[in-house]
């Protein structure tokens, strides 16, 4: 955490469930999941935004709503997660199997989370310098998951896009870069699983 952000990395069991209801709209994407692994993941990523979300705020998990929208069908079924009658406060969330991460900011910021034992990104996501980067570490697999969950973060945080993923450098001449677009990116690790934060500076939103 620091003094304009709070963010969690845990395990799904450590989400408490206490007085933080999800919406129709969350319950319904729930149910689609297959695996209960899966579905108990997705909840309590959706109850962890939340508590990031009251800690930053002062106020009660329970009471902040959790809505989704997205930017190209204008669905409310999918897409970009905002808490409901708070545009100046921006969320990020992620599950997998075991792991969940939320992340609540003035500004913009994304989270994601991974397990170590996933298929890495494609080479077509991926630039000339961090495919060697990657190759050229002790573990390489877990080395392009490190690489994956940094530019999933950096574009939920909106720098670049998915279908441009490459475009979205994470590593330079250094190694893995701490700095990206003006966006300060942390790193989390466990046995198993690792997931990186975006958090956008204040200054640059004329907020200092």
């Known amino acids: ?42 909840v309590a990523a959706h109850r962890l935004v939340r508590e990031c979300a009251g800690a930053l705020l002062g106020v009660t998990a329970g009471s902040l709503v959790v809505e989704s929208s997205c930017p190209d069908c204008g669905s409310d079924e999918h897409g970009v997660p905002r808490l409901a009658g708070r545009g100046d406060v921006s969320i990020s969330l992620s599950h997998t199997r075991g792991h969940v991460a939320a992340v609540a900011h003035w500004v913009g910021c994304g989270i994601d989370v991974e397990r ?4 890495g990104p494609p080479r077509s996501a991926l630039t000339v310098r961090e495919q060697g980067w990657i190759d050229s570490q002790e573990e390489p697999r877990a080395s392009a ?7 999933e973060a950096l574009i939920k945080s909106g720098v670049g896009t998915l279908d441009a993923a490459r475009s979205v450098e994470v590593v330079d001449r250094r190694g893995l870069r701490d700095t990206v677009n003006r966006k300060v990116v942390h790193e989390w690790s466990v046995p198993g699983a690792v ?8 200054s640059q939103y004329g907020l200092e």
Do not use: N
């Open 1 to 42: 955490m620091d003094q304009q952000a709070v963010w969690r990395f845990v395990p799904v069991a450590e989400v408490g469930d206490a007085l933080v209801a999800l919406s129709c709209a969350e319950s319904s994407r729930a149910a689609l999941f297959r695996h209960q692994t899966d579905r108990t993941a997705y």
């Open 116 to 119: 170590l034992d996933r298929p």
């Open 145 to 151: 998951i490190r690489v994956w969950v940094r530019k």
């Open 195 to 202: 997931g990186a934060v975006a958090l956008g500076l204040r």
